[in-house]
């Protein structure tokens, strides 16, 4: 576990390039529109963001620092953890204090959107926390295959689903009903474990993909 946790350590510290970016449009984004996305919601650009650096930099460094593979990848997931809690920590805040001083505007926070603060505020943060878990680990895991023939086929599998199901009805309402499951769900005990699950899923599969990753 020491291991782990300096890989963690190490990890958060190399990132710093997220932070200061998602800091940056978090306090730049301005709207003078009647209707306003909360800047809150730009925190989410650190989940984005995040798996791109530990996946095409961390990874190299810190194999080559003696790092195993498996403890890189436990590293990962507790960093994602962590990121996913100080995420919604910042957004609810904002959310609570800040969207409400708004003037003359309404201000549309995701976690509203998504209808996970009818649950109330801490379960809504919670609710968010597992699905920016599930949005860093799906991202990690799909870029940790771009090396490989699999993952351009993951990638043409995906782009070939959104653009044959989107335009058909009944795929379409099959599509829809995923994201309702996964992002559009009023359900608390439902949607944390769905989120939970997928996340453990697609962290097998990680782990199988990067037993065949190579420097």
């Known amino acids: ?14 990132n710093k390039i997220s932070f200061i970016l998602t800091a940056l449009v978090v306090l730049c984004a301005t709207s003078s529109g009647d209707v306003v996305l909360s800047n809150g919601n730009y925190t989410w650009l650190l989940a984005v963001l995040t798996p791109f650096f530990f996946v095409f930099y961390d990874f190299t460094k810190l194999i080559h620092l003696g790092a ?37 505007q309404t ?42 023939w699999y993952g351009w086929l993951t990638d043409a599998v995906l782009v070939a689903i959104i653009c044959i199901f989107t335009p058909i009805a009944p795929l379409r309402a099959i599509l829809a009903g995923f994201f309702q499951i ?32 190579t420097l």
Request: charged fraction near 10%.
């Open 107 to 148: 201000v549309i926070n995701l976690m509203d959107v998504c209808k996970w603060t009818e649950n109330g505020i801490i379960v809504a943060g919670l609710q968010q926390m597992c699905f920016l878990v599930l949005v860093m680990v799906f991202l990690h895991v799909l870029l940790s295959m771009q090396a490989h």
């Open 68 to 104: 195993s593979k498996k403890d890189y990848f436990f590293g990962c997931l507790i960093s994602y953890g962590f990121l996913a809690l100080c995420i919604s920590l910042v957004n609810m805040v904002i959310h609570l204090l800040i969207d409400p001083i708004y003037p003359a």
């Open 1 to 14: 576990m020491t291991a782990i946790f300096a890989i963690v350590k190490r990890l958060l510290a190399s």
């Open 182 to 213: 996964i992002m559009f769900n009023t359900n608390a005990l439902l949607h944390i474990c769905v989120c939970l699950l997928l996340s453990a899923a697609l962290s097998l599969g990680g782990l199988v993909v990067l037993k065949g990753k």
